[in-house]
């Protein structure tokens, strides 16, 4: 039976540019063996398990909505808010609340407090994202990312 102690994972820093999408992530999926965004199909796990901790005033990712993708967030400390569809709630320690496919959401931290949480995701063999304040859509792998252009039915066909 794989085992791990979470303190003993490094964190992982990922920022956008401006730093306004910032968090540290310790991957605990893939510290047990898992593969990221993988699941059994190529030697990965059923789940992603992340303990994600968001530096105040940033959001983990973008608005974005997931085709298949459920994810199930635990608050373990700070406090903050989630973003979801047109609506806004705050959320803080031992709150817990999920995202099915299909509604837009998004985690920021409060603007004078860290966010930590646990982010359980299960992992579906095909899976694609949007986000809808920049129009773009992407796809889990190759994790490219577009923006579609309207095109007649027929267009490329003949």
């Not at 105040?56 to 903050?80: M, T």
């Not at 995202?99 to 004078?112: K, L, S, T, V, Y």
């Not at 899976?127 to 490219?144: N, T, V």
Request: overall charge negative.
């Amino acid at each position: 039976m794989p085992c791990i102690h979470i303190p003993d994972l490094p964190w992982e820093e990922q920022h956008s540019p401006a730093r306004k999408f910032h968090s540290f992530c310790r991957n605990i999926s893939v510290a047990l063996g898992g593969v990221r965004n993988g699941g059994p199909w190529c030697g990965g796990h059923p789940f992603d398990v992340q303990l994600r901790r968001i530096p105040a005033g940033a959001a983990v990712c973008p608005f974005h909505s997931h085709l298949a993708q459920w994810e199930l967030f635990v608050v373990q400390l700070g406090r903050g808010c989630v973003r979801v569809g047109a609506e806004t709630q705050e959320v803080g320690a031992d709150d817990v609340f999920f995202h099915p496919p299909g509604e837009p959401h998004q985690i920021r931290a409060a603007a004078e407090s860290e966010l930590v949480f646990l982010l359980i995701a299960d992992n579906p063999p095909v899976d694609y994202w949007h986000h809808p304040d920049s129009q773009k859509w992407g796809l889990r792998a190759p994790r490219k990312f577009f923006r579609p252009v309207e095109v007649d039915y027929w267009d490329g066909e003949e």
